[in-house]
């Protein structure tokens, strides 16, 4: 888990986990993705991730003062591979830090998040973190210090928040990470056959301002979501290039254009016709 996204206003309208697989030689995160979203419609579109250090393993989550309480502030704690780079990212609607209830959510030493539960309505409701073993090859992060809190001692997080909304249960199928396989230390057998001489690969493509027909037949600028709020960022990226250029199906860049106010969803094709509909400024497709 490298970030969040979601929707933002009074408090936290919606939230999601954005993800990448991890790099085991350059030891940084791969292409993101923004997983599915949970809560309500309102609020504004917002990202919030560490720069320079893009392993989270601690969470800060802060409630409203009220009888229904929400959540209106996470701040990300993260971490680089070597633990040396700390960094914090704020998530938050019109919360300040120190301003209601918090607590600190912290992964074990040697683990990171990957990923997000907890409770949700027209809200977020509660949130919690997902734990896992830290990259291989990685050395075990240290404690963050002066950041007091709770010390967690396993893996799923007690979510923090009301006790409002629906229950998002861990989803061991989608919480964006991967888990270590031991492999042989013998070396391979060499191939029988001599490895055919690969084609030159293409080169990679920008497409600025991304449109696709509608049902209608009108040129629509795409969605920033596959599905209509679900899957956004990278899978409709590639989708886009899938069905634009399907020599190039895959999307290396994408850029968020927020608020274009009337876009088109690739997945669902359904019309999104709100202020606070996005799409991309451009996409860049590749090859596989």
């Given at each position: 888990m490298t970030g969040v996204e979601g929707r933002r206003g009074a408090w936290i309208d919606a939230i999601a986990p954005r993800c990448a697989v991890w790099d085991r030689t350059s030891q940084?995160?791969?292409?993101?993705?923004?997983?599915?979203?949970?809560?309500?419609?309102?609020?504004?579109?917002?990202?919030?991730?560490?720069?320079?250090?893009?392993?989270?393993?601690?969470?800060?989550?802060?409630?409203?003062?009220?009888?229904m309480p929400f959540v209106d502030?996470?701040?990300?704690?993260?971490?680089?591979?070597?633990?040396?780079?700390?960094?914090?990212?704020?998530?938050?609607?019109?919360?300040?830090?120190?301003?209601?209830d918090g607590v600190l959510l912290e992964c074990p030493y040697d683990y990171v998040a990957v990923g997000l539960h907890g409770r949700a309505g027209d809200f977020v409701d509660a949130v919690g973190l997902i734990c896992a073993p830290a990259p291989a090859n990685q050395p075990a992060l240290k404690p963050p210090s002066g950041i007091g809190g709770i010390q967690a001692?396993?893996?799923v997080l007690?979510?923090?928040?009301?006790?409002?909304?629906?229950?998002?249960?861990?989803?061991?199928?989608?919480?964006?990470?991967v888990t270590p396989t031991m492999k042989s230390r013998l070396p391979a057998p060499p191939p029988a056959n001599p490895t055919p001489p690969q084609s030159p690969k293409l080169e990679q493509r920008r497409y600025d301002l991304p449109a696709i027909r509608s049902d209608d037949g009108i040129m629509e600028r795409i969605d920033y979501c596959l599905?209509?709020?679900?899957?956004?960022g990278d899978p409709a990226a590639s989708a886009y290039c899938a069905a634009t250029d399907p020599q190039r199906p895959i999307a290396v860049e994408a850029p968020l254009e927020f608020?274009?106010?009337?876009?088109?969803?690739?997945?669902?094709?359904q019309l999104c016709e709100q202020d606070n509909c996005s799409s991309f400024t451009y996409v860049v497709c590749a090859a596989p």
């Amino acid at each position: 888990m490298t970030g969040v996204e979601g929707r933002r206003g009074a408090w936290i309208d919606a939230i999601a986990p954005r993800c990448a697989v991890w790099d085991r030689t350059s030891q940084t995160p791969g292409i993101v993705t923004t997983l599915n979203f949970a809560g309500g419609r309102g609020g504004e579109q917002a990202i919030a991730y560490c720069v320079n250090a893009p392993l989270i393993n601690a969470l800060y989550v802060q409630r409203t003062r009220s009888e229904m309480p929400f959540v209106d502030v996470l701040q990300l704690w993260c971490r680089d591979a070597s633990g040396q780079v700390r960094e914090d990212a704020i998530f938050n609607g019109a919360g300040e830090i120190g301003g209601s209830d918090g607590v600190l959510l912290e992964c074990p030493y040697d683990y990171v998040a990957v990923g997000l539960h907890g409770r949700a309505g027209d809200f977020v409701d509660a949130v919690g973190l997902i734990c896992a073993p830290a990259p291989a090859n990685q050395p075990a992060l240290k404690p963050p210090s002066g950041i007091g809190g709770i010390q967690a001692d396993r893996p799923v997080l007690k979510p923090i928040g009301g006790i409002g909304g629906i229950r998002k249960a861990p989803d061991t199928k989608n919480v964006g990470g991967v888990t270590p396989t031991m492999k042989s230390r013998l070396p391979a057998p060499p191939p029988a056959n001599p490895t055919p001489p690969q084609s030159p690969k293409l080169e990679q493509r920008r497409y600025d301002l991304p449109a696709i027909r509608s049902d209608d037949g009108i040129m629509e600028r795409i969605d920033y979501c596959l599905n209509f709020g679900e899957e956004c960022g990278d899978p409709a990226a590639s989708a886009y290039c899938a069905a634009t250029d399907p020599q190039r199906p895959i999307a290396v860049e994408a850029p968020l254009e927020f608020g274009i106010g009337r876009t088109f969803t690739i997945g669902d094709r359904q019309l999104c016709e709100q202020d606070n509909c996005s799409s991309f400024t451009y996409v860049v497709c590749a090859a596989p």
